[in-house]
């Protein structure tokens, strides 16, 4: 069943959500704005997983009894730790039209767009941390971890959301978005870590040292306001970029109350309080 939604909005959009009987949509915790009265609202620490539609796994006769309830507990322990290490909101919202069409609607957190990504269960999507909106119950929700060799490689480690199965999931990002396709600009793109929303399966993302240890590779990371990282994109599918980073949001705020404290170096010397 296909979820009819619609984004509606300029500098802050927001997601409305029509639901037909029976059909079930979930967000992240704190994304929901509003509802009708007819559809119901469930707080669960699982999300779904295995293409179940959102539903308990194992609790009935074919889930193999007391094993399959702790196969069941086990899975969204495990889920819920994963989003506990990757700073993720613990609880999703499920909301379920009951006795007619209902309506819900969603938003993201910061000022920007918002996309619907339609997965035909050929491709994932992986998006950056916070991304998530809402999805169909269809969709499963899981954490990618990004690590080893290019966490090591850039400095750091980077934690993505990664969407599998079939249906619509809705993402938002901060400022505007540009779609583009690394093909088109031979086969590698690099940009600033805070720009990158989202991106296909099939894109090769990783990090990047700006420049080498010499003159330019030290001006660039003092004085160009980037820091010691940049993103790489390579190979052929679709990638979503913003044009606002949370980071330079923050800093222009700080600076607005006279609490900017960056200076003329930028980034590598910059003291971003958490």
Known sequence: MTLQQEIVGNAMQMAVVSLQPGQTVYCEAGKFLFKTTNVTME??????????????????????????????????AMQVGQRALAGESLAFQYFTAQGGEGT?????????????????G???????????????????FGIAFQGGRTGMKGGEGFVLEK??????????????????????????VEV??????AFEEG???????VGGLNRQGVMNAVFGGEGLSLATLEGSGRVILQSLTIESLANALRKA?????????????????G
């Open 43 to 76: 707080t669960r620490l699982g999300g779904p997983s295995g293409g179940s539609g959102g539903q308990p796994q194992g609790g009935g006769p074919s889930g193999g009894g007391m094993g399959g309830m702790l196969r069941q507990a086990m899975g969204t």
């Open 104 to 120: 819900v609607g969603f938003a993201g957190v910061l000022p920007g767009e918002m996309r619907a990504l339609e997965l035909d």
């Open 122 to 140: 050929t491709r994932a999507w992986f998006a950056e941390k916070d991304a998530f909106v809402a999805a169909e119950a269809s969709v499963d």
């Open 163 to 188: 969407f599998t199965g079939r249906g619509t999931v809705i993402i938002a990002g901060a400022g505007n978005f540009i779609d583009l396709d690394p093909a088109d600009f031979g086969g590698r």
């Open 192 to 197: 600033d870590t805070g720009c990158v929303v």
């Open 203 to 209: 894109i090769r993302y990783g990090v990047q040292r």
């Open 257 to 273: 109350q006279g609490g900017d404290k960056q200076g003329p170096t930028g980034g590598l010397f910059s003291t971003n309080a």
